[in-house]
Every structure is written in structure tokens, then in C-alpha cells.
T-cell receptor, first 111, second 115 residues
């Protein structure tokens, strides 16, 4: 069966520090991968999606970047975090157009 | 503009009671509509998914309806349980340029079931 792992679960970082969130999928190959951010009381906002290794599409200009070094690995990064980067970050994978499966999420607090 | 609006924003009901959550959307072109349940601090979990040709879809005590003409959907929860306390998110999918299937998320309805 397929599983998605996302870590860390929570993270507290100072402003200006770098960020690296990792997401891996097991049990499938060539999945579509997604990074979302969920602000309090708001809907999920798509940040990046990837249809293959090295293929990254950005939905919203951000202080963030994404990379896909391996087929089942998706990384969300920042060189210098801003206060506004605080939020709940979710990784998701999709075997098709019809459904997405979400990771457990990472709660990021930038202080 | 592609949007998904959910109401109410929050809801409190007593255990055992029924409730209905609403979702209105303006996403076009429309591919499908999903309802997700998100427990606090966790990722969303899919409850139902419907295409434009489906009017209703059930998953246990959860029943979703879709009216593609009026672009409205509802999620009905029957005989609520304490474990139903969560946020319920309406997500509409549309196929956009390049064939990419984009999801538009509602802000969610936060449901609290009290004993």
C-alpha cells in the first residue's frame, strides 16, 4: 500500500533562518507531488506541484522553493524565513487527477 | 474568478443530531467535487468525490449531494458522534491549461460535536 511521510511535525525557527521540509511517498512510482500551505481559518493554498523528477511548477511567488531530487521525494525550502511563512504545510501525492492523499502536515512557527 | 465558499464557518451540535454543511463554487471548467475531513493538526482525509453527473454519494454516515446546475454541494452528517468534530473542506477540481488538474479549496467548516 502507498504511504506518505512528512517531517518534522512541528518546527519553530527564527526569522532569517533556512528551512527544509521533506516529504516522501512509498509504494508507488512517478506520483504527482504537491506542497500546500494552510493559514489559520483559510483554505489550502497550492505552493508547488511536480509531475516528475526535476519538474517543479510554482503556483504563487513565494519566499519558498521546492525540489524533487528523487522520484518519491519532494522538498520545500527557504534560504531566509519570514514571519509570514508561519503556517501549516501539507505535502500531498496523487496517482491520478481524481484524488490526492495528504501527509500529516508540518506546523511551522517563525518567531 | 475560481472560488469555493463554505458555510457556516463554524457549527456546534449535540451528539446524535444531524447537520448539513454547504458549499458553493464558481470553478470552471468543473471536473469533480470532493469533501475532506481534517482533524486538528492533521492532513485532510477524503470522504467523497463526485463528478458533474453524480447527484449524491454516501460514505457511512456522510452523504454528499451535488447540483452542478446551481454549483452547490452539501455534506449531511447523520447521527453525529464526538469523533465527527473536525474541519470539513469542500474542494472543487477543474482542468486548466496544460491539462493540469487544479484543486480549489474552501476555507472549511469547523464542526464541534458536544456530548
Amino acid at each position: 500500500s502507498q504511504t506518505i511521510h512528512q517531517w518534522p511535525a512541528t518546527l519553530v525557527q527564527p526569522v532569517g533562518s533556512p528551512l527544509s521540509l521533506e516529504c516522501t511517498v512509498e509504494g508507488t512510482s512517478n506520483p504527482n507531488l504537491y506542497w500546500y500551505r494552510q493559514a489559520a481559518g483559510r483554505g489550502l493554498q497550492l505552493l508547488f506541484y511536480s509531475v516528475g523528477i526535476g519538474q517543479i511548477s510554482s503556483e504563487v511567488p513565494q519566499n519558498l522553493s521546492a525540489s524533487r531530487p528523487q522520484d518519491r521525494q519532494f522538498i520545500l525550502s527557504s534560504k531566509k524565513l519570514l514571519l509570514s511563512d508561519s503556517g501549516f504545510y501539507l505535502c500531498a501525492w496523487s496517482p491520478s487527477r481524481n484524488i490526492q492523499y495528504f501527509g500529516a502536515g508540518t506546523r511551522l512557527s517563525v518567531l | 474568478k475560481n472560488q469555493v465558499e463554505q458555510s457556516p464557518q463554524s457549527l456546534i451540535i449535540l451528539e446524535g443530531k444531524n447537520c448539513t454543511l454547504q458549499c458553493n463554487y464558481t470553478v470552471s471548467p468543473f471536473s469533480n467535487l470532493r469533501w475532506y475531513k481534517q482533524d486538528t493538526g492533521r492532513g485532510p482525509v477524503s470522504l467523497t468525490i463526485m463528478t458533474f453527473s453524480e447527484n449524491t454519494k454516501s460514505n457511512g454516515r456522510y452523504t454528499a449531494t451535488l447540483d452542478a446546475d446551481t454549483k452547490q454541494s452539501s455534506l449531511h452528517i447523520t447521527a453525529s458522534q464526538l469523533s465527527d468534530s473536525a474541519s470539513y473542506i469542500c474542494v472543487v477540481s477543474g482542468v486548466f491549461s496544460g491539462g493540469y488538474n487544479k484543486l480549489i479549496f474552501g476555507a472549511g467548516t469547523r464542526l464541534a460535536v458536544h456530548p
